[in-house]
């Protein structure tokens, strides 16, 4: 966020204001969500590992991706990915007959 204020020539506080009142949310809150939607992206479209995935976002490890993703999601990454799987199963199993 440093770097982000710099840029913008204000201070880190300043660019957290203003970032908030233009977002409505706060820079980090802000980043949070976007990792975990990406997350939750790669999770169904790829078969990347975890650890891979919250590398790929911008997580140090597998670990703290799945600590932030089910407080944010409810549930963890590995089961996300399952019950994603069995929904598309079910649609394509219900398309074909």
Do not use: K, N
Request: proline share 3%.
């Amino acid at each position: 966020m440093a770097d982000l204020a710099e840029e913008a020539g204000v201070s880190r506080a300043t660019f957290a204001r203003r970032f908030g009142e233009l977002v409505g949310r706060p820079p980090m809150a802000y980043l949070t969500d976007w990792r975990l939607a990406l997350a939750a992206d790669l999770l169904v479209r790829t078969e990347d590992t975890v650890e891979s995935i919250a590398h790929q976002v911008g997580y140090r490890s597998a670990f703290g991706l799945s600590a932030a993703f089910q407080r944010v999601h409810g549930t963890r990454p590995g089961r996300h990915r399952a019950t994603a799987a069995a929904r598309r199963a079910r649609q394509e199993h219900g398309m074909t007959g």
